[in-house]
């Protein structure tokens, strides 16, 4: 069996028969930290929320409950 998954088998063993909630929490901090990279942002994403937000500072947005409001008028008109 290959070394990764024997780990990842043994990991889980011993995550499931813990009883100490203060070993429990650093491992949540622990993968909580390492996934961080997986939301940063690129140029181009970081460029779109600026646009947006400038657009609800310039009041060219909807309240969620409008748009919701006419997609169902929409709908119905399909």
Do not use: C, P
């Amino acid at each position: 069996m290959d070394s990764d998954i024997q780990l990842k088998k043994n990991l889980i063993s011993r995550i499931k028969s813990s009883k100490d909630l203060n070993f429990l929490r650093a491992l949540q901090t622990i993968f909580d930290s390492s996934e961080q990279s997986l939301y940063e942002l690129n140029e181009q994403q970081k460029k779109s929320i600026d646009i947006g937000r400038e657009d609800i500072k310039n009041g060219a947005s909807k309240e969620h409950e409008q748009v919701m409001t006419e997609m169902k008028e929409w709908l119905k008109s399909k």
